[in-house]
């Protein structure tokens, strides 16, 4: 027997649920059923079909012929329920629901009775589902708000008056938070309160969409808000119309001074007032500096300005620009708590935050007389700037804007990465570079999780991260092996690495084990054979051993995307720690996070040096192996697996290859020093939730998670961190028993690499990786 819908976050939500519920079916001894009917002989659900459309594609309604309303008569819903009309385009996965209006349960049971019209739907009773009571009535409004078997177990009060407002409320009732209606008796006043309680928002909310909010608000409520405005607010929303309001608004005069404040907030949710705005700007306004621009002109305005500011620092010493970047932030930084910030219309301004910290930290140079010394420096706060100079990066998405802070970051940055990559190269002459530490013998109960190009800055990043997560962490730093690139680097961080010849011959920078090449199968094969498991990117196995896996493509960003691989940090960082998460919640007591080597990144491109080809076998960015003959004014070092071997290194901050922003393999503290990362649980706590498994049928993902918790969601995403990114219509909210059902609308995407998260509010808790169609 159904119980009360406890987990929905508003009656819309609980609706939805119930209709996952009734399509819900034993495989092994049903066939899925055809369609789900929902009859409403009284109507009464009819003001809630234009927001359950927008959630449901596959919601059919019975009545006249309507095309954008998916509406028709029942032969017209027999073909979209058969699949045979090309608009029926909701995944196949999904149950077609028949919403009938007029209709009851007994209108289809007796068959010789049943009119004509309806008769096409009659079977379908038979080879589908019957959304109703237990009892077998229909499910009316108030029946569903008060059972306490598949509804939500509130209290409803029986009157007229009640009855009628119910309807009338609907559609704001079915948004509202079930913290609000739970505990309360739904009464007449007490709905009247729901719907006009907040007449701020109301009025924003008809100042974005007027059109569609005056076409669904019930007449009392219209009336209500004509009154509200005309006593409160001075205009009328007919006869003044939108932009009578948003003048109005943008001079933030008597009350309307609150419902800026109001719309301050939570712009989004008002996504139609700026255009609003712009249209109703007077031809006067005013000082633009005395206060909060209210017209989106004058902040583009202001953004212009800054903008023009910035691009003059390319024609500065980096000592005045770093003293027209304090000028500027005092100038704009109150524009960082405007409403336009908020809204992403104002990026330079943030940018401009970041750019002052950029200033701040280069003017401590990194350096000493050892390579150690030159660490020392770097890990004291050097790193300040490598991280400032990529979050001012971040935010910018035009090319005008990031001209203007290319502009900046490259005349306070470069020179002190040029001074900084020289001290380390002149102390590395002198004393030679410091050799990697022998990677620990992991123990029992211990994962590698091996993190491609972790840079320290980033590093440091991610122990925030997790510290956030309330984990136990710990960090320590160390030399790379040079050269700084993956197929060298990467085996000396692993367990394996005294297995490597000392005397091998560089393939593409690869070292050799017994007496062939290290490729990736003979790296996990002799791993296996050191009894390491090796793990998958979603496998957790047996955590009374030891085990390595590897995650994040930071690298490859940066390579394929270079400067813009600033963006794709926070989404790097975001799944390394829901794996940290799912192989502690699996019992792993601990996770050591390795990496094998930095990064330079400008924006830009770094400065060209010219090796010939004929002194090199093997030539990349930063690095080349020399030929056994061949002399080179360039800095040469050992390599790592036969110091026999030389090394040619690019000075500097230079690449071997023209037009490259991103790069390694060379001598600098970006590229050498990198952080290797402890990571254990605090406490003995209840484990988190986590994606036990996903299976497809179709276009239907269907996940299974452990330690499911009252509000978590669950979504199919490109970008873990992008919700922009997600392949399904929506998230969906997480059932009690840990299930949830998540259908991809479009078959473009099937065969598609995706990630399934599991999120807490706008959190991601954990990812699994999957491929849409469940295809291989």
């Known amino acids: 027997m159904p119980e009360v819908i406890t987990a929905a976050t508003t009656p819309l939500d609980a609706l939805e649920r119930a209709f996952d519920g009734a399509a819900t079916y034993n495989e092994r001894s049903r066939v899925a059923p055809t369609a789900i009917l929902w009859p409403d002989e009284k109507e009464e659900w009819t003001r809630l079909l234009p927001r359950l459309r927008e959630r449901c594609p596959q919601l059919l309604t019975l009545g006249e ?12 819903l027999k073909c979209m329920t058969a699949r045979t009309l090309e608009v029926a385009d909701w995944p196949e996965e999904d149950t077609p629901i028949l919403y009938l209006p007029g209709v009851s349960r007994q209108d289809l049971r007796a068959i010789e009775q049943c009119p004509d019209e309806l008769k096409p739907l009659a079977e379908l009773q038979y080879r589908g589902v019957m959304w109703n009571q237990t009892n077998g009535r229909d499910w009316t409004v108030r029946a569903f708000l008060m059972s306490e078997h598949g509804g939500l177990g509130l209290d409803v009060a029986g009157d007229e008056e009640t009855l009628t407002l119910l309807q009338r409320a609907l559609p704001e009732l079915s948004e509202t938070p079930m913290d609000r209606l739970r505990g309360h008796r739904l009464d007449a006043d007490r709905l009247r309160s729901l719907v006009f309680e907040d007449p701020i928002r109301n009025l924003l ?22 009154e509200i405005c005309r006593d409160t607010y001075d205009f009328g929303p007919e ?40 249209k109703a700007r007077p031809s006067q306004t005013g000082d633009l500096f005395a206060g909060e621009p209210t017209w989106p002109q ?54 401009l935050k970041h750019l002052r910290a950029l200033a701040e930290a280069v003017q401590s140079p990194v350096g000493g007389t050892t390579p150690e010394a030159v660490a020392e ?12 100079m990529l ?102 961080v692993s367990p394996i690495a005294g297995d490597i010849s000392r005397e091998s011959t560089p393939d593409e920078f690869q070292p050799e084990i017994g007496g062939e090449t290290l490729t990736i199968r003979r790296f996990r094969n002799r791993m296996e054979e050191a009894g390491h498991q090796i793990l998958g990117s979603d496998e957790t196995g047996d955590p009374t051993g030891t085990a390595w896996t590897e995650i ?50 400008v924006p830009g491109a770094l400065p060209k040096e010219e090796l010939p080809h004929y002194l090199a076998d093997t030539r990349w960015g930063r690095c080349a192996t020399l030929k056994d003959t061949s002399e080179t004014t360039h800095p040469t070092v050992g390599w790592h697996w036969n110091p026999n071997v030389r090394i040619a290194m690019a000075p500097d901050m230079r690449v071997h290859r023209k037009g490259l922003g991103y790069a390694h393999g060379g001598i600098s503290v970006q590229e050498c020093l990198v952080p290797r990362i402890t990571v254990g649980k605090t406490g003995t706590g209840q484990p988190d939730a986590q994606i036990e498994s996903v299976e497809w049928v179709r276009l239907r993902c269907r996940i299974q998670t452990q330690n499911p918790t009252e509000g978590l969601q669950a979504d199919l995403r490109k970008r873990p961190n992008d919700p922009g990114t997600s392949v399904a219509t929506r998230p969906k909210a997480v059932k009690e028993d840990g299930s949830v059902s998540i259908p991809v609308p479009s078959p473009e995407h099937e065969g598609s690499e995706v990630t399934a998260v599991l999120l807490d509010g706008d959190d991601v808790i954990h990812t699994y990786s999957t491929t849409v169609g469940g295809h291989e």
């Open 205 to 226: 909310t008809w100042l974005s969409r007027p059109e569609e909010v005056q076409e669904n608000w019930s007449e009392e409520r219209w009336a209500t808000f004509r």
């Open 391 to 492: 979050d001012a990066l971040k935010g910018v998405r035009e090319p005008d804007d990031f001209q203007a802070v290319h502009a900046a970051v490259n005349t306070l940055y470069r020179p002190w990465l040029e001074d900084g990559t020289e001290a380390l190269q002149t102390a590395v002459a002198s004393d030679g570079m410091p050799s990697p530490p022998d990677p620990p013998e992991p123990e029992s109960g211990e994962v590698l999780l091996f993190a491609d190009a972790l840079r320290l800055d980033v590093g440091k990043a991610l122990i925030e991260r997790l510290q956030f997560a309330d984990l136990e962490v710990g960090m320590d730093t160390h030399w790379s092996a040079l050269p700084s690139v993956t197929p060298t680097a990467k085996p000396a």
């Open 377 to 388: 420096s770097y890990r004291d706060g050097g790193w300040k700037a490598d991280k400032a």
């Open 552 to 601: 994040g493509t930071l690298d490859e960003y940066g390579h394929n995307e270079e400067w813009k691989l600033a963006r794709r940090i926070n989404e790097l960082l975001t799944e390394i720690v829901a794996r940290v998460r799912h192989l502690l919640n699996a019992g792993w007591p601990k996770v050591r996070i390795v990496t094998d080597h930095g990064w330079l990144l």
């Open 298 to 351: 004058d902040n583009e305005a202001l953004e212009e300005k800054l903008r023009e500011s910035l691009t003059k620092l390319g024609e500065m010493r980096p000592d005045e620009a770093a003293e027209q970047i304090v000028e500027l932030d005092e100038e704009h930084s109150e524009r960082r708590q405007w409403v336009w910030s908020k809204l992403e219309e104002a990026p330079l301004a943030g940018a």
């Open 239 to 278: 006869k003044d119309g939108p932009l009578r309001a948003a003048k109005l608004l943008g001079f933030k005069e008597g009350p309307w001074s609150t419902v800026w404040q109001r719309f301050m907030e939570a712009p989004d949710r008002y996504s139609g007032v700026p255009e609003k705005l712009r």
């Open 65 to 76: 012929y309507d095309s954008e309303k998916r509406k028709g008569p029942a032969i017209w």
